[in-house]
C-alpha cells in the first residue's frame, strides 16, 4: 500500500513529491532553479491555499541561505515621543501636540531608560518617534550622541525614513545632510518602519500625510550611499490587496538590486484596536504565514526574513520559522506602537525564552548584532538576568 511506504520515506521527500504535483510544480522548478520569481508567480501564490507547499518553497529558500540557523538580537526599544503630525490611520501609538496621552521624552528621561540596563549585555538600541512638529534636529543629534556615550559598543538603529525626511523638510536641509549628521553623531542603521504598503491607493486612505512611497525609497537609497544600512518593513492585514504586497515586495527588490543596502525584511502584522481601523476584518493565520513565506520566495536578494513576535505572538512566530523566516527579532523590553494598538504579546522575551521557542522549532540559535553579525560572549560578560517568567505563550 502507498501509504505504507511513505510513512518510512523522509517527510521532505514526500512533501518534494506533493509540491511537483501541485498547482505551484513550476514554482518549485524555479525555486530548485534558483531563478528569479515573477510578479504573477507571486500573484499565484497569494492566490493558492495550499499553505504547506507555500511553506515548504520558502523552506526550501530560507535553508539555502541559512540552514537551520536562525537568528535573535539583545535589543532595546526606546520610543522618545509620540507626538506626530502624520495622523495616519492605522496607528494607535500617535497623538497631536497638545493632545491627551502625548509625550516627548526629555533628554535625561532618555538616558535614564539606556541607564536602567547597562547591567545587560543588549548590542542594539532601536529608537524611533513620530513626526513632531517643532522637535529642533539638536534634540535627535544629542538622543544619539548621549546613548552613544553610554552604551558605546551597542549598535544605534535610530529614525525610520520617515523622520528622516520630516527632518530635512524642518530644517531646511536635505536628506544626505541628515543622514550625514546622523552617522556623525552615531547611528549606524535606520530601522525599517514608515513604508506600509507603497500603494498609492492605500496611502491615500490610510496616510495621505505621510512621506510618498518615492520618498521613502530615496532616503534608505540615500543612506545606503553614505554607507548605512536599513531594515524595510510591509504593514499588512488591512486594507491593501495581495497584488498591493507583491508590487511592494518587487519594490523593494528592485532597490535592493540597486544598493544591496536593505539587511532584513520585516513583514508586520496590524494590530487593530485603538485604530482609525478598527472595524477592518482582523488578518488570519494564513494571511501571516503566506506573507511571510511569498516574501521569502520574492525577495531573492534579502538575507533576512524576520518573524517579529511582538506583532505575530510568539507562537505564530516560531511556526514562521518554517515558512521562511530565520529571525525573530529580540527582547525589546519595552513597546508602544504594537501594543497600544492591541497586540497579546508580552512586552519583553528573555534570552532564554528566545532561544527556548527557536530549539522548540527544531533550529540552532544565534544571537546576532544588527548586521547579523554572530554575537560571541566571552565569560567576562556581564550574566543575563532572568526576567520573571511565563510570558511567552500569553
Ligand atoms: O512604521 C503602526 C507600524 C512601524 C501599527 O527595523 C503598526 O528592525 C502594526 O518599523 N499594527 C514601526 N504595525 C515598527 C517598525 C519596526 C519594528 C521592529 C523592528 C524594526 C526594524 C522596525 O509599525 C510603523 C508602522 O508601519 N505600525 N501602527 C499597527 N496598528
Ligand atoms: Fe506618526 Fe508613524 Fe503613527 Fe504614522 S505610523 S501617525 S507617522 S507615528
Known sequence: MESVSMISEPSADIAKRWVQKSELADIYDKVMADR??????????????????????????????????????YNQHINYSNICINGCRFCAYSRQQGEEGGFLLALDQVAAKVKERLHEPITEIHVVGGCHPD???????????????????SVIKAFTAV????????????VSEVLQALKEAGVQALPGGG?????????????????????????????????????????????????ERVDHMLALREAQDETGGFITFIPLAF????????????????????????SRLLLDNFAHIKAYWIMLGAKMAQIALHFGADDLDGTVMEERIGHMAGAQSAEALTPDELQG????????????????????????SPSIPLYERGKIFK
Not at 494590530?271 to 511571510?292: E, H, M, W, Y
Open 271 to 294: 494590530q487593530t484596536a485603538n485604530t482609525g481601523l478598527s472595524g477592518v476584518q482582523p488578518r488570519t493565520g494564513f494571511t501571516d504565514l503566506k506573507t511571510i513565506a511569498v
Open 357 to 380: 521557542l527557536i530549539r522548540a522549532a527544531g533550529r540552532q540559535p544565534v544571537e546576532r548584532d544588527t548586521f547579523f553579525k554572530p554575537v560571541v560572549r566571552s565569560t567576562k
Open 163 to 174: 523622520e528622516v525626511a520630516h527632518l530635512a523638510h524642518n530644517e531646511r536641509l536635505s
Open 135 to 153: 522637535l529642533p534636529f539638536s534634540y535627535y543629534l544629542d538622543l544619539v550622541r548621549e546613548i552613544k556615550k553610554m552604551r558605546p559598543e
Open 36 to 73: 528569479r520569481l515573477s510578479r504573477e508567480d507571486g500573484l499565484r501564490l497569494f492566490q493558492s491555499n495550499d499553505l504547506l507547499a507555500i511553506g515548504f518553497l520558502a523552506n526550501l529558500v530560507r535553508e539555502r541561505f541559512h540552514g537551520e540557523k536562525t537568528y535573535w538580537v
Open 195 to 243: 513604508a506600509e504598503v507603497f500603494s498609492n491607493r492605500v496611502r491615500q486612505l490610510l496616510c495621505p500625510e505621510k512621506l510618498n512611497s518615492e520618498g521613502w525609497l530615496q532616503v534608505a537609497k540615500e543612506a545606503h550611499l553614505i554607507g548605512m544600512r536599513s531594515n524595510a518593513t510591509l504593514l499588512y492585514g488591512h486594507l491593501e490587496t495581495a497584488a
